[in-house]
């Protein structure tokens, strides 16, 4: 086997042993696979041993990986990577999907920027679960309102939420910062939005998102390797 396709028996096998240890189905969690900073032939190789779905932070990193791999049917990239505004119209080109909305006008300006003639671009709304200042977000209680708003834009397609713990090999942290996730995603459903995806769970605690009830988590090192440090993306 090559390594992308060993690593990613691995990462399956975890996600799977996760969701039966929380007596969920493992159909119910996808795997994004988290492909920032590894080049367009990783994708492939990935892509090769099944994948579709792949994270990236940068637009234009994105951009550029969308266009090296126009030829391959059915590839979707999500952006992971905070997003500013003024990168919102190639953002809404390059993407299916956008994991990172935070403040109603970068969703706005997205809606604007969709081309015509392609779907919905998909939409989370991203939460600081973590609190940390540093992170991107918009505060946890201010995401069910802020997915309402998203909701009613037009070239948008709201699907839920996206959170990102605080590095700590603390589960019980890890889990009740997920759980936050979910609230949100619960208390959107209660007011009838459709919310079917919680984003949430990387290499170093998928295991404890899958227990809150992610259904997708977002796997970059286990699948790719360790990334250059000079990135400077954790
Ligand atoms: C880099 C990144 C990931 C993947 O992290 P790993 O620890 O490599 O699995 C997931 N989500 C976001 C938002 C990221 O930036």
């Known amino acids: 086997m090559v390594p992308v396709e060993k690593a990613l028996q691995g990462v399956l096998a975890r996600i799977a042993a996760a969701a039966r240890a929380a007596g969920?189905?493992?159909a119910e969690v996808t795997l994004l696979a988290v492909s920032k900073t590894f080049p367009a032939a990783a994708v492939r190789e990935a892509y090769a041993a099944g994948l579709r779905a792949f994270g990236e932070n940068y637009v234009q990193e994105g951009a550029a990986k969308r266009a090296e791999l126009a030829d391959l049917p059915g590839l979707r990239l999500a952006l992971i990577g905070p997003l500013q505004s003024n990168k919102a119209r190639l953002a809404a080109e390059a993407f299916d999907a956008v994991e990172t909305v935070e403040r109603l006008k970068t969703a706005q300006r997205l809606s604007a920027a969709r081309p015509a003639g392609r779907p919905p671009l998909d939409v989370l709304v991203q939460a600081n679960i973590s609190g940390e200042a540093t992170k991107s977000g918009c505060a946890p209680e201010d995401a069910v309102a802020l997915a309402q708003a998203v909701a009613g834009l037009p070239h948008l397609r709201l699907r839920g939420f996206m959170g990102?713990?605080?590095?700590?090999?603390?589960?019980?942290?890890?889990?009740?910062?997920f759980a936050l996730?979910?609230?949100?995603?619960?208390?959107a459903r209660a007011k009838g939005l459709d919310v079917p995806v919680l984003s949430m769970g990387m290499t170093a605690d998928l295991e404890a998102a899958i227990a809150e009830g992610a259904t997708e988590v977002r796997v970059g090192t286990a699948i790719f390797g360790a990334r250059p440090a000079a990135s400077g993306v954790r």
């Open 24 to 26: 969920r189905d493992p």
């Open 164 to 177: 990102i713990a605080e590095p700590t090999e603390d589960v019980a942290k890890q889990r009740a910062q």
């Open 181 to 187: 996730l979910r609230r949100c995603r619960d208390e």
